[in-house]
């Protein structure tokens, strides 16, 4: 993300040039370790979790557009979010 500098108006405000000169003195901070990149990547990875969605683990036959069955995949992507199949993926009742 880059800074926007602007020309403030009055006697006290600091030419533009000053600005730039005080920008480009700062130091980079440091990166991310390989270690923390991939620690962040984890954390926000939620590969599959539309398709978990639509799967219920009482459907059985083939996959609808808006059902299907609980795989072995889903049922670990599940675990991994702490969703109980049984209670978070069953159809409404009413």
């Known amino acids: 993300m880059a800074p926007t500098l602007i020309q403030e108006p009055g006697p006290d405000a600091r030419p533009i040039e000053v600005k730039r000169a005080e ?3 700062v130091s980079a901070a440091p990166g991310l370790s390989a270690d ?3 620690a962040i990547r984890a954390i926000g990875d939620n590969t599959g979790c539309m398709t978990l969605k639509g799967a219920a683990p009482d459907y059985e036959g083939d996959a609808r557009a808006d059902r299907w069955p609980l795989s072995d995949e889903l049922t670990a992507l599940a675990r991994r979010w702490g969703i109980e199949p049984a209670r978070d993926l069953a159809p409404a009742t009413t």
């Open 36 to 38: 923390e990149v991939a």
């Open 23 to 25: 920008l480009a003195a």
